[in-house]
């Protein structure tokens, strides 16, 4: 069964920096466009970066250049890097990926406070 695990969240500082991990179990990663989407409080789930399977990547406007995306299939694992985080921030990642329907993961809390 295919599933996605996301890990890595937590509380940090305005400025710092946190890593997401997604690994996929159930299928090999490698042929898959896997993105990564975040829901803050009372907001809509909004697609931030994903990374196709030929490693092209697309990031949304308010996260470009603070937020790489990368992928390590022999891992299994794709990783958001997020660096220079704002308050704005705050919110549950996920990760995601469609095969003959959509896949979520679980989703990590990231939290960014002073």
């Known amino acids: 069964q295919l599933q996605l695990v996301e890990s890595g969240g937590g509380l940090v500082q305005p400025g710092g920096s946190l890593r997401l991990s997604c690994v996929a179990s159930g299928f090999t990663l490698d042929y898959y466009t896997i993105g990564w989407f975040r829901q803050a409080p009372g907001k809509e789930r909004e697609g931030i970066s994903c990374?196709?399977?030929?490693?092209?990547?697309l990031y949304a406007e308010a996260v470009k250049g603070r937020f790489t995306i990368s992928r390590d299939n022999a891992k299994n694992t794709v990783y958001l890097q997020m660096d220079s985080l704002k308050l704005e921030d705050t919110a549950v990642y996920y990760c995601?990926?469609?095969?003959?329907?959509?896949?979520w993961g679980q989703g990590t809390q990231v939290t960014v406070s002073s």
């Open positions: 990374i196709s399977s030929s490693g092209g990547t």
């Open positions: 995601w990926t469609f095969s003959t329907s959509a896949y």
